[in-house]
């Protein structure tokens, strides 16, 4: 019940935050800010698959993905600057960089969960 409801909530909160970066960022998005986007997007297909108990992709493709965008989406957050955060020093951006570390350490332990831990998935292929 958890899994289904964080779920539903990342991909709100993803379609709103795209939304908004869209309206408000436009002329400020550069080449890594559409990356980020299509990581993320990966990540909450990834994140549904497991979910509801399906087969996405090979699991070889989600064993190489998951290390990769978890050093994406840290190197996006810390050091190519994420456009939603920028706007401070560093010392002003690490409640911010708490939270979105702790909202989405789940995704990243359902991913994993789903990468590595799925014998029956990884059967089906």
Do not use: K, Q
């Not at 939603?84 to 002003?92: E, F, K, Y």
């Amino acid at each position: 019940m958890f899994w289904i409801r964080y779920s539903r909530l990342l991909a709100g909160l993803f379609l709103l935050a795209t939304a908004i970066v869209g309206v408000r960022y436009r002329a400020v998005l550069g080449i890594w800010d559409v990356v980020d986007w299509l990581v993320s997007l990966t990540c909450l297909v990834g994140l549904f698959a497991y979910v509801h108990r399906r087969r996405v992709l090979s699991p070889a493709f989600w064993a190489v993905f998951v290390p990769a965008s978890l050093i994406w989406t840290a190197a996006y957050e810390l050091r190519l600057g994420n456009p939603v955060l920028m706007g401070g020093s560093a010392g002003s951006r690490i409640p911010e960089l708490l939270i979105v570390s702790i909202c989405i350490f789940p995704l990243y332990l359902a991913l994993f969960r789903y990468a590595y831990r799925n014998p029956r998935l990884a059967a089906a292929s």
